[in-house]
């Protein structure tokens, strides 16, 4: 089966750093674009950046452009998402998620799969 697992969040101060992993299992990685979504309490989940099957296109939403950067390592079968510059605005829950095709999609219906998350907290 589809597995997710994100990995690489915690506590942070303000203009610090973090490598976010997410390892995928259970289906042919380099068949399907890769995502990455957050949420903060009491928003709604919005998209980080995404990914296509090959790397070859690659979507980073405004509010991240900039400090944050999406790969993904086929070998591995990882995607990560480096975060530079984090700030206060940038605290919440960080999901990975699989495409539904090989494109790289900003909505999170294009996604069918999702990890259980992982919290990344940036202090002021």
């Known amino acids: 089966q589809v597995q997710l697992v994100e990995s690489g969040g915690g506590l942070v101060q303000a203009g610090g750093s973090l490598r976010l992993s997410c390892a995928a299992s259970?289906?042919?990685?380099?068949?399907?674009?890769m995502g990455w979504f957050r949420q903060a309490p009491g928003k709604e989940r919005e998209f980080v950046a995404s990914?296509?099957?090959?790397?070859?296109?690659?979507n980073v939403a405004d509010s991240v452009k900039g400090r944050f950067t999406i790969s993904r390592d086929a070998a591995k079968n990882t995607v990560y998402l480096q975060m530079n510059n984090l700030k206060p605005d940038d605290t919440a829950v960080y999901y990975c998620?699989?495409?539904?095709?090989?494109?790289?999609?900003?909505?999170?219906?294009?996604?069918?799969?999702w990890g259980q998350g992982t919290q990344v907290t940036v202090s002021s």
């Open positions: 990914i296509s099957w090959n790397g070859g296109s690659i």
């Open positions: 998620a699989r495409g539904r095709t090989v494109f790289a999609r900003i909505g999170a219906r294009d996604y069918d799969y």
């Open positions: 259970g289906y042919r990685f380099n068949n399907y674009a």
